[in-house]
């Protein structure tokens, strides 16, 4: 199985604050990597697939990038709406595998 | 709009079975593939299972934790998914989502526990 490392697992920042979530796979995936938020009231929806593009009306500030085996979700001015739990997830290979998580939050 | 509403969820005893349900409305169901996602209480997601289209022989796919205990299957004429849950463990607790790669919604998840 591909297992997702993705860091860190806590996120401090500030309003505004540029931020960066790593996921690294254990072999390449080859761009077959999706971005997800979910909110505290359980709600999850896909910010960005295939690596870098970005869901219809999702705003600009999140943008995804990487190759082979390391990959990066980041938010370029963060707004209060943005403060939720990020996962990756790649979708490869079978057994679909999701990263640990990232919690973003207020410092 | 795309809507996924999963149904069925519950508390259950070790050993026991449960089916879910994944009612869906706004795409071509018949050609989508579905997905089943589960999130643990230490909020962990987990891949469960895939179904594929009827063009692609329904072929389904398992994690490794429930092959052999759980059921993916479809009825394309209701646009539902379903998965049939046998031998349950205290470790299948979770909340289950039902997914279509189509979408970017998830659908609201469905709790499962399972504890004596």
């Known amino acids: 199985d591909i297992q997702l490392t993705q860091s860190p697992s806590t996120l401090p920042a500030s309003l505004g604050e540029r931020v960066t979530i790593s996921c690294r796979a254990s072999?390449?995936?080859?761009?077959?990597l999706n971005w997800y938020q979910q909110k505290p009231d359980g709600t999850v929806k896909r910010l960005i697939y295939?690596?870098?593009t970005l869901e219809s009306g999702v705003p600009s500030r999140f943008s995804g990038s990487g190759s082979g085996t390391d990959y990066s979700l980041s938010i370029s001015s963060l707004e209060s709406e943005d403060f939720a739990m990020y996962y990756c997830?790649?979708?490869?290979?079978?057994?679909?595998?999701f990263g640990s998580g990232t919690k973003l939050e207020i410092k | 709009e795309v809507q996924l509403v999963e149904t069925g969820g519950g508390l259950v005893q070790p050993g026991k079975s449960l089916k879910l349900t994944c009612a869906t409305s706004g795409f071509t169901f018949s050609n989508a593939w579905m997905h089943w996602v589960r999130q643990s209480p230490e909020k962990q997601l987990e891949w469960v299972a895939q179904i594929k289209a009827k063009s692609n022989n329904y072929a389904t796919y398992y994690a490794e934790s429930v092959k052999g205990r759980f059921t993916i299957s479809r009825d394309d004429s209701k646009s539902s998914v379903y998965l049939q849950m046998n031998s349950l463990k205290e470790e299948d607790t979770a909340i289950y989502y039902c997914t279509w790669p189509g979408s970017k919604y998830w659908g609201q998840g469905v709790m499962v526990t399972v504890s004596s």
């Open positions: 997830l790649q979708y490869a290979t079978y057994p679909l595998t």
């Open positions: 295939s690596t870098s």
């Open positions: 072999q390449s995936i080859s761009n077959s």
